[in-house]
């Protein structure tokens, strides 16, 4: 199979997948297309293991996806992410947002990794330790279109509502270059052998710093273009847009910076001074609605991929077992990330109740996650166990947390309506 193939492979389960699950399994978006794509795991085993000279496996394991998740899949969707974050509409909420999605994925990655590092080494899988933490870090990454779709069916206050669209916004940002930067500190141990903590700080000084620079640069860049042309010419701001995300990443790469820092401050940049307070500016809403279509284009791919991921994976059951704890440890760090933030915030700030139960059991893990497991150089160590069990995290948070999820929005939209009617009698 060729690229050509592959993509318009892909393409066409993305479309089936939603036509079937919008007008058949009306299910949440999210559910219904990852119910999708373990039916699809499942029929692309079965009709391996029946027609094997068709060699399904092969086709999809002899394409190296790395380059296109790392080069354009993660920098488009980080670039449509971050032009959906308005700062002004975040107001007050926008410390406690900072806070919850900063520190939250430095707690997460931490507990995580170091949690990981030891149940595998005592299975007797172990891998280095920064693995482990890139691992930590990729898994942190929530999914936003997912959180935000279902907190809209819901009475929650205003308050949380911002704090919960906003921190998974910013989260999932945050974790990957996280993620990227650890995967350079571990390709930068490996090359020189020896490596002290002043070549991790450099490393990681470089990355943020120069990726910060580059991506204010091309921000400002962007924006300045994006005010001469007039709003109605939509294909050339599409253009526009589209030319700063590709050679940002390009011009990243290749100063040895974060590519995926400098998609997301030109997103940034462009998303909160290309709008004003009433809607758009220099930026024309049909640019907001293009990258919105093409986010959601490429998180239904994603699902897809997951699907033929079953393929490319390592069907191991010690893997799959370790995932399974995996899952319990994740959810537990994510419930660590929210609570020590929260707590430290609430001697001067007040949350609302169940604020740290809607965050922590809200946050489900979507396509960037494996989009950047995907990403990963063949030889990068501890990838095979990394795949499954970013696999298997992945699947449980959708159908488990997902379809839990709507159960607490409900306790919390009840308990919130009781307390109202107790304070007007």
């Not at 640069?217 to 050339?236: H, M, S, Y």
């Not at 396509?367 to 499954?388: D, W, Y």
């Not at 306790?411 to 009781?418: F, G, K, P, V």
Request: overall charge neutral; charged content about 15%.
């Amino acid at each position: 199979m060729k690229i050509f193939d592959i993509i318009s492979l892909l393409i066409f389960c993305s479309g089936l997948f939603i036509f079937i699950n919008t007008f058949f399994l009306k299910l949440p978006s999210s559910i219904g297309l990852m119910v999708l794509a373990l039916i699809l795991s499942l029929g692309v085993l079965t009709f391996s293991i029946l027609f094997p000279e068709y060699h399904l496996a092969q086709h999809v394991k002899q394409y190296d996806f790395t380059d296109v998740m790392y080069r354009f899949v993660l920098s488009v969707m980080l670039f449509a992410t971050a032009l959906k974050i308005d700062f002004r509409k975040l107001g007050n909420q926008l410390i406690p947002v900072l806070m919850l999605s900063f520190f939250g994925v430095l707690i997460s990655t931490f507990v995580i990794g170091t949690i990981m590092f030891f149940l595998l080494d005592f299975t007797g899988n172990g891998i280095s330790f920064i693995s482990c933490l890139v691992f930590g870090a990729l898994i942190s990454s929530t999914d936003p279109i997912a959180i935000t779709k279902t907190i809209r069916q819901y009475d929650l206050s205003k308050k949380l509502e911002t704090k919960i669209s906003g921190e998974s916004l910013l989260n999932g940002g945050i974790a990957i270059v996280l993620a990227y930067s650890l995967v350079n500190v571990q390709q930068e141990a490996i090359s020189q052998g020896m490596f002290t903590t002043w070549d991790v700080s450099f490393i990681f000084l470089r990355d943020i710093i120069g990726g910060l620079v580059v991506g204010v640069l091309f921000g400002w860049l962007g924006f300045k273009l994006l005010k001469l042309i007039d709003n109605d010419v939509v294909e050339a701001e599409v253009l526009i847009t589209l030319a700063l995300v590709m050679m940002g990443s390009y011009l990243g790469d290749s100063l040895s910076v974060s590519s995926m820092m400098v998609a997301i401050l030109t997103g940034l940049i462009i998303g909160n001074y290309g709008r004003s307070e009433t809607g758009e500016s220099a930026v024309g809403e049909y640019v907001y609605k293009f990258w919105r279509l093409i986010e959601e284009t490429l998180a239904a791919m994603l699902f897809v991929l997951i699907g033929f991921e079953m393929l490319v994976i390592p069907l191991r059951l010690d893997y799959f077992a370790i995932g399974f704890f995996a899952v319990v440890v994740v959810i537990f760090a994510r419930w660590l990330s929210v609570f020590i933030p929260i707590k430290l915030m609430s001697k001067r700030r007040t949350f609302d109740q169940g604020t740290i139960s809607v965050l922590s059991w809200g946050a489900i893990r979507g396509g960037l996650p494996v989009a950047f497991t995907l990403s990963l150089a063949p030889g990068f160590e501890g990838k095979e166990i990394i795949v499954t069990l970013t696999y298997v995290v992945v699947v449980c948070s959708i159908l488990y947390q997902g379809l839990s999820t709507t159960t607490l929005m409900k306790q919390y939209e009840s308990n919130n309506s009781r307390k109202s009617k107790l304070s007007s009698a």
